[in-house]
């Protein structure tokens, strides 16, 4: 079993420094209230006891006591309902630690449970296995290969989908209405969080995508900054769709890179309704500036981190945010040990937008809307079967959306002669076995052409090129 390291809950410590502010406020609240808790504390405790007592007294069976103290625990953080507070015994900080690791072998996604089932709670890394599966926040887990998912432990879940790189696994997922399978190739996760290229539209622009928040991502973002502009980059694309978040100091690094000194990144709100904020300056970015004009590309995926990182650059440097609504995680956690086994993810606070909005459940707005095709956003195609004429189906309805999306003159939910003819035509320039269904080879190349077609009609990546170009085109 790996701990919790120092590092990790160290970190946690400063967080909760930034958001409660001066040591001495924070001691001086706790010292003042400590007499009046403790005593209605242990009233509340007597209860837990009595009943721990009843149980490993009278029981008809053997109980482990450890058994009874995780479930009192995981009991306590339940009864909060809030989806980001976690009890975490033994095995739970085990695939927390691994998370945490230089890298990790699985699928690249988060989970949570929500009424009984594992849910994806928001969008996969991107460039992972449940990433190039097509696999999306609020997709329901039903199966784990043949293992049904309701009630089981979020840690079982979790330990049944990771495994040893190159191994397959199959997920029964719901979304909405529908329901299919998916099989994904496990693969190494890493670590590295920023890659950077400059545009093929224009040479002087350069893009970074961010798939998280980690604990190099701020070095490797200046890094990566400082590469491009010897490569001539004299403005930047920062790409944060898809990023499901991480870790506060990071996020505040990087905002303060392009605010200027003094200005806010993020303010907090306690349980005290104490107001705090992170603001700008040499102590987060130790001097390293961006002042090039720069945008920044938003999704329903930009989640927590990524929505402090948005907001900054939105409110606080008047720079565009160009895609869609974010996801809308308005709250922060921390992470602390509560043995040597076991520790806890616990909400700590609000945060809001330097204006002092709170974006919870609601998400950013874009300054600038902009979006994929709606195909884009279409289950996968089955894969455990294949579709043939005469049949009708959700799966063939989506079959022809996908074949008109490649300009074939297919609709409705029916396979008929211009399905079976539009197949035969793909399978023929695909060089296929020419069968007039749709198989998992068939349906395979459909996604990949479709992959490639979605990313050359990537509206938010266009708008943020001609932003750039009209904004660099002023300053000439």
Same mark, same amino acid.
Request: aromatic share 6%.
């Given at each position: 079993?790996?701990?919790?390291?120092?590092?990790?809950?160290?970190a946690?410590?400063?967080?909760?420094?930034?958001?409660?502010?001066?040591g001495?406020?924070?001691y001086?609240?706790?010292?003042?209230?400590?007499?009046e808790?403790?005593?209605?504390?242990?009233?509340?405790?007597?209860q837990?006891?009595q009943?721990?007592?009843?149980?490993?007294?009278?029981?008809?069976?053997?109980?482990?006591?450890k058994?009874?103290?995780?479930?009192?625990l995981?009991?306590?953080?339940?009864?909060?309902?809030?989806?980001?507070?976690?009890?975490l015994?033994?095995?739970g900080?085990?695939?927390?630690?691994?998370?945490?690791?230089?890298?990790?072998?699985?699928?690249g996604?988060?989970?949570?449970?929500?009424?009984?089932?594992?849910?994806?709670?928001?969008?996969?890394?991107?460039?992972?296995?449940?990433?190039?599966?097509?696999?999306?926040?609020?997709?329901?887990?039903?199966?784990?290969d043949q293992?049904?998912?309701?009630?089981?432990?979020l840690?079982?879940?979790?330990?049944?989908?990771?495994?040893?790189k190159?191994?397959?696994?199959?997920l029964?997922i719901?979304?909405?209405?529908e329901?299919?399978?998916?099989?994904?190739?496990?693969?190494?996760?890493?670590l590295?969080?920023?890659?950077?290229?400059?545009s093929?539209?224009?040479?002087?622009?350069?893009?970074l995508?961010?798939?998280?928040f980690?604990?190099?991502?701020?070095?490797?973002?200046?890094?990566?900054?400082?590469?491009?502009?010897?490569q001539?980059?004299?403005?930047?694309i920062?790409?944060?769709?898809?990023?499901?978040?991480?870790?506060?100091?990071?996020?505040?690094?990087?905002?303060?890179?392009?605010?200027?000194?003094?200005?806010?990144i993020?303010?907090?709100?306690d349980?005290?309704?104490t /107001? +705090? %904020?992170?603001?700008?300056?040499?102590?987060?970015d130790?001097?390293? $500036?961006v002042? !090039? #004009? &720069?945008?920044?590309?938003?999704?329903?995926?930009?989640?927590?981190?990524?929505?402090?990182?948005a907001?900054?650059?939105?409110?606080?440097?008047?720079?565009?945010?160009?895609?869609?609504?974010?996801?809308?995680?308005?709250?922060?956690?921390?992470?602390?040990?509560?043995?040597?086994k076991?520790?806890?993810?616990?909400? /700590? +606070? %609000?945060?809001?937008?330097?204006?002092?909005?709170?974006?919870?459940? $609601?998400?950013? !707005? #874009? &300054?600038?809307?902009?979006?994929?095709?709606?195909?884009?956003?279409?289950?996968?195609?089955?894969?455990?079967?294949e579709?043939?004429?005469g049949?009708?189906?959700?799966?063939?309805?989506?079959?022809?959306?996908?074949?008109k999306?490649?300009?074939?003159?297919?609709?409705?939910?029916?396979?008929?002669?211009?399905?079976?003819?539009?197949?035969?035509?793909?399978?023929?320039?695909?060089?296929?076995?020419v069968s007039?269904?749709?198989?998992?080879?068939?349906?395979?190349?459909?996604?990949?052409?479709?992959?490639?077609?979605?990313?050359?009609?990537?509206?938010?990546?266009?708008?943020?090129?001609?932003v750039?170009?009209?904004?660099?085109?002023s300053?000439?």
């Amino acid at each position: 079993m790996k701990k919790i390291s120092p590092k990790i809950y160290f970190a946690s410590l400063v967080t909760v420094a930034v958001l409660f502010g001066a040591g001495g406020y924070l001691y001086g609240t706790i010292h003042e209230l400590q007499n009046e808790t403790v005593a209605k504390s242990n009233d509340d405790l007597a209860q837990v006891q009595q009943l721990y007592d009843e149980i490993k007294g009278s029981y008809y069976r053997d109980v482990d006591s450890k058994t009874l103290v995780n479930g009192a625990l995981k009991g306590m953080t339940e009864a909060l309902d809030d989806p980001y507070t976690t009890f975490l015994d033994e095995e739970g900080s085990s695939q927390l630690n691994q998370s945490l690791s230089d890298s990790f072998e699985g699928i690249g996604a988060t989970l949570q449970i929500k009424d009984e089932y594992p849910e994806i709670a928001q969008a996969p890394i991107k460039d992972t296995p449940a990433a190039k599966s097509g696999l999306r926040a609020n997709d329901i887990i039903l199966k784990v290969d043949q293992m049904t998912t309701k009630g089981k432990k979020l840690a079982e879940v979790v330990s049944k989908i990771r495994g040893k790189k190159g191994t397959e696994v199959v997920l029964q997922i719901k979304r909405g209405n529908e329901t299919f399978a998916v099989t994904l190739k496990r693969d190494k996760i890493p670590l590295h969080t920023v890659t950077e290229k400059i545009s093929n539209e224009n040479k002087q622009i350069g893009v970074l995508q961010i798939s998280s928040f980690g604990e190099n991502t701020a070095k490797e973002l200046k890094d990566a900054i400082t590469s491009l502009r010897k490569q001539g980059a004299k403005s930047f694309i920062l790409d944060v769709r898809q990023n499901p978040g991480g870790l506060l100091d990071q996020v505040e690094k990087m905002a303060s890179m392009f605010l200027k000194d003094g200005q806010t990144i993020v303010e907090f709100k306690d349980n005290h309704h104490t /107001v +705090s %904020k992170a603001v700008a300056g040499e102590k987060f970015d130790q001097g390293f $500036k961006v002042t !090039e #004009p &720069t945008v920044v590309l938003v999704d329903s995926g930009s989640a927590s981190a990524s929505e402090i990182f948005a907001a900054a650059l939105k409110e606080s440097a008047k720079m565009p945010i160009i895609g869609t609504t974010t996801f809308g995680k308005g709250t922060v956690q921390t992470v602390s040990p509560i043995d040597d086994k076991s520790s806890l993810k616990l909400t /700590v +606070s %609000k945060w809001l937008t330097p204006k002092g909005n709170w974006i919870h459940e $609601k998400g950013l !707005e #874009p &300054t600038i809307k902009a979006d994929f095709p709606d195909y884009a956003y279409l289950a996968p195609l089955p894969r455990d079967k294949e579709l043939k004429q005469g049949q009708s189906s959700d799966e063939i309805k989506r079959l022809n959306r996908f074949l008109k999306a490649l300009g074939y003159d297919t609709a409705g939910d029916v396979f008929n002669e211009k399905t079976k003819n539009a197949l035969k035509d793909f399978q023929t320039k695909q060089h296929l076995e020419v069968s007039q269904t749709l198989n998992k080879e068939t349906a395979d190349a459909i996604e990949k052409q479709l992959t490639t077609q979605i990313t050359s009609h990537d509206e938010a990546y266009h708008k943020g090129i001609d932003v750039l170009k009209k904004e660099m085109a002023s300053k000439n």
